[in-house]
């Protein structure tokens, strides 16, 4: 067995992806399925399929493309701003692609023209997390020059929040977002029949039936994968959390103090962390590091376990109180959050195994 390994259960994805489908279905909103955290495994982008997501998103061109030529019939949403420089990729394989800046729209615009082609854009509009997105005061003007261009289709207005200004879904930002579009069909006499309200962290709004009706779009991953809504701190009830499963091998084992011993000065990322005194603890190190995951998002399966620290290829997890085996050789396993997923899907050095 190659270690460290990350295995996948599609079954417990698949269910996931169902579940929601049926959530979000009954409220009639169709799910963007977010396949860019784990570098849109293909495994993994069929469970989402057979749970019946063929509605696919993903920030990465190279993602897209690659699904497109194996599953030409999903659909697909670019939901990253995407660059002047990747258009003519762009349009060739994604089916809509959403949009926040006005020169890049006219270039994209240009360039579906000379390919005998019209481009679907969702219009970003800023609802206050100040990531990408138009401020909606300056939405109208915006609006009115895009309709002029005849190489795309507005089709839409969307939403981001809950990223850089940590800024959650609320009812009232929904509403400047519902307003807006009501706004911009009657003045310009257009339908724009999306709206494109969130993420995962949307749910809860739907959950407590709270989710404006007009709100018929969600682009969803962590909730499928992972059974999460970490914006909320808060694990889905009845939904897998357990479908990404990191294994790595124990190559130390050892009693050690649990201060370190000498002059102190950075460790290896420039941090000074504090080390409580506990006394002897038995130490197992494993043979993984932060080149492969981000290691405050894992989690050990066993309880008894705690992660101590990292370094670049070493991960120190206090095993004292596990009655499992620790002795080199032994495998540790983790639950992954996002961003140890996002990491490890990503990292040459992590062997994937995807089991049904
Ligand atoms: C990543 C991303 C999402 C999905 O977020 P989750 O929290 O995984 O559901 C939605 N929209 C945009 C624009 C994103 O970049």
Do not use: W
Not at 314 to 340: M, Q, W
């Amino acid at each position: 067995m190659y270690t460290p390994v990350l295995e996948v259960n599609l079954g417990k994805i698949k269910y996931n992806a169902r579940k929601i489908k049926n959530f979000c279905e009954k409220s009639n909103i169709e799910i963007c399925a977010i396949t860019k955290g784990f570098c849109a495994e293909l495994p993994i982008v069929e469970a989402f399929i057979e749970g019946g997501l063929s509605f696919l998103g993903d920030s990465r061109i190279q993602n897209i493309i690659k699904v497109k030529k194996k599953f030409p019939h999903v659909k697909y949403m670019m939901i990253r701003i995407p660059k002047i420089s990747e258009a003519e990729e762009v349009i060739t394989y994604a089916d809509i692609s959403l949009q926040s800046q006005l020169e890049v729209i006219e270039v994209y615009s240009q360039k579906a023209i000379s390919m005998g082609k019209v481009h679907n854009i969702i219009l970003m509009i800023d609802v206050g997390d100040l990531r990408e997105g138009v401020m909606p005061e300056d939405a109208e003007e915006m609006v009115g020059k895009i309709l002029s261009m005849k190489g795309v289709n507005l089709i839409g207005v969307g939403t981001n929040v809950g990223c850089y200004g940590s800024i959650m879904p609320t009812v009232e930002n929904a509403t400047i977002l519902i307003n807006l579009r009501n706004r911009l069909e009657k003045i310009y006499d257009i339908k724009l029949p999306i709206i494109s309200g969130g993420a995962t962290s949307s749910l809860k709004l739907l959950r407590e039936n709270k989710m404006p009706k007009e709100i018929n779009n969600l682009r969803i991953g962590e909730a499928i994968l992972l059974g999460e809504d970490s914006n909320n701190g808060i694990l889905l009830e009845g939904y897998y959390q357990d479908a990404f499963i990191l294994k790595a091998e124990v190559v130390e084992l050892r009693e050690k103090p649990s201060v370190p011993i000498g002059e102190r000065g950075y460790d290896a990322f420039g941090n000074q962390p504090e080390y409580p005194d506990k006394g002897i603890r038995r130490r197992a190190i494993l043979s993984i590091g932060r080149q492969d995951v981000r290691v405050e998002a894992l989690t050990p399966v066993c309880p008894d376990m705690e992660i101590l620290g990292a370094s670049s290829d070493h991960l120190i997890v206090d095993v004292t109180d596990s009655k499992e085996n620790t002795e080199p050789g032994s495998i540790i396993a983790f639950r992954c959050a996002y961003s140890a997923m996002l990491s490890l899907t990503t990292s040459p050095y992590v062997e994937k195994v995807f089991n049904p």
